[in-house]
């Protein structure tokens, strides 16, 4: 039976391990947090100590951390995947973090003696229980291949990109991407509440468009009804922001858009809706 590890069991990197049980695969799991684990011990998984010691003994770790200091932490710290890494045992970063630190990772998971990929995610919640993810994968192409009996029960679509960065650079776009039309969609419900429309009616309008798409249909008629019940953290969607607009310093790239995008997020995150969903971005927009 192969077997894999997996490190980080928040709301995304729980639901994508136990996809992997019901798979049928063996399963070693570590979490900061040790009471994550126990649901995943329930259903058959080992619980290891530390990092090191699931990469220590799994062919192939997939990691899914909240940002690249705790990406860093997980993979380099003295615990970490890089101390029981080697003999080409592979480390697969599925984690949303800037192009820089998926590299310094990737160089030290290689010095260690294994191999590295990054493979980030585009979906939420929802998506990681149903495996239905879309997984943006750069880096060791020999290890993509031997994880991706793994990675197509978490996705529905895997994609190869090519060297060490470029699904990084994918993810980020992808999420500046969202994070604008959500900013701009909340935006518009708004105005059409205060200039005396129908939110419904507005969704309809959108729906019914060039416009339509599933983040507007599900996430408007939660937000309407004052639902922000956590698919996609707040906080997670305004880091991503910072990275793009970091990317784009980076390459020379203005980012009217995004920029504002991002400081609207800062403003709800700062309001206390970190922790809520993305679309809670709504609340700071009202006012």
Not at 12 to 24: D, E, H, I, R, V
Not at 138 to 144: E, M
Not at 183 to 210: R, S, T
Request: hydrophobic letters at 50%; aromatic letters at 6%; charged letters at 20%.
């Amino acid at each position: 039976m192969q077997s894999y590890g997996f490190v980080g069991l928040g709301i995304m990197g729980s639901a994508m391990a136990k996809n992997l049980l019901k798979a049928g695969f063996g399963v070693t799991v570590w979490n900061r947090s040790k009471e994550k684990c126990a649901e995943l011990a329930a259903l058959g998984a080992s619980v290891a100590v530390s990092p090191a010691a699931v990469a220590a003994v799994c062919p192939v770790t997939f990691g899914m951390l909240a940002d690249p200091a705790a990406a860093e932490e997980v993979a380099l710290g003295p615990a970490g995947i890089c101390a029981g890494i080697g003999d080409g045992r592979g480390y697969v970063d599925m984690s949303t973090v800037d192009d820089v630190t998926s590299r310094t990772i990737a160089a030290a998971v290689t010095a260690a003696g294994g191999r590295y990929l990054e493979a980030p995610v585009s979906g939420s919640k929802k998506p990681a229980e149903d495996g239905t993810l879309v997984i943006l994968a750069a880096g060791d192409r020999s290890l993509y291949d031997e994880a991706l009996p793994g990675l197509e029960r978490m996705g529905k679509k895997c994609l190869f990109l090519g060297e060490t960065g470029s699904g990084a650079r994918m993810k980020l776009v992808v999420n500046m991407v969202m994070g604008g039309m959500m900013a701009i969609f909340c935006e518009g419900l708004a105005l059409g509440e205060k200039a005396g429309l129908d939110p419904a009616a507005i969704l309809d309008v959108l729906g019914a468009g060039a416009m339509a798409n599933p983040m507007f249909a599900i996430k408007g008629g939660l937000m309407t009804k004052g639902n922000y019940a956590t698919n996609f953290p707040l906080k997670h969607m305004q880091k991503d922001l910072r990275l793009a607009v970091g990317l784009g310093d980076a390459v020379a790239q203005p980012l009217f858009a995004a920029a504002a995008a991002n400081e609207l997020f800062k403003r709800a995150r700062e309001a206390g809706f970190g922790e809520e969903d993305f679309s809670a971005v709504f609340k700071a927009v009202r006012g």
